[in-house]
């Protein structure tokens, strides 16, 4: 049965040859009568993929309307449902995380991987599924997700694998071997190294986002965090300086420049930043959140 349902488009279109040919031709009927067999079919399918329908109405209401909000119900109901659909689930997926809902994220890409079809699809699903692992606490899960999507995605053989060296040769190697891999995936996965202080490879996969977009802010961020890590408030400064100036409203590059002004004495400076940060718009995707911000603030006024 799964199979069959799996391919409704050629059995749909099976049925309305067939019963073109048995109504129309054969038995000579008008073809009203095929045109009403033909409506009933696509109720019978209205029925069974009902999530997928209503579904498809969120996506049809926020390409409309362009807001995202308006396919949240439908989304919800669509997911409640059971609906398959990988397109539908990886949209309501991360709209959860955005929302700070991670754990419901996750069983949305969780779903839609096993009905993906499409080769970037997947790609796309795999990343964001180790977003959705971070975020619920499973950094090592987050870089094993992304490591599978890495050797399943570039090509065999990968020097990575073989040679954990974080040389020139390696990093234009890494680069030239992952052709589906994006600048907001190296440097995601870049992250999530540096939270797991595995500095050298953070840095090596953060570098590897700038070849492929040499002005990519959050690349240079994600340098000045490794950099700011290490105790190298200098080389961390330069990096967030960097940042801003390609993204002025880049939230954690202004928080962590808040950071290092507070660490080099300079109150002012650092609550500049950090009030600049709050006022950014932070959501469940952001590396940085408002209660760590008012912390900050809150020491500056100890």
Known sequence: MDKILSRWRSVTIGYLVIAY???VVFLHQPISTWLLASAGWILLLILVFLGTF?????ILFQSITKNPDTAKPFFKKAFKLGTKNAAILASYG???????????????????LTNSAYFLTTKTLMCNRGIALWK?????????????ALKK????????FSDRSFDEEAL??????NHYFYPQDYTTLGFLLTLKEAYDEAEFFSRAALIK?????????????IEFYRGHLTEAKGHFDTALELNPSLSDSLYFSGLVAEQEGDT????NFLLKAKNCRLDGLNTIDYPMIDAALERLDD
């Open 213 to 225: 977009e040499a002005d990519y802010a959050s690349a240079y961020d994600n340098l000045g965090q």
């Open 94 to 112: 991360l709209m959860l995380l955005r929302d700070n809902k991670s754990a419901e994220g996750l069983a949305c890409f969780d779903r839609a």
């Open 153 to 160: 995605f570039g090509k065999d053989d990968q020097k990575y």
């Open 172 to 177: 234009e190697a890494l680069v030239k071997d």
């Open 21 to 23: 040919l048995l109504i």
């Open 136 to 148: 619920t606490g499973q950094l090592n899960q987050a870089i094993e997700a992304y490591m599978t």
């Open 54 to 58: 209503i579904g498809m109405l969120g």
């Open 268 to 271: 002012d400076t650092a609550r």
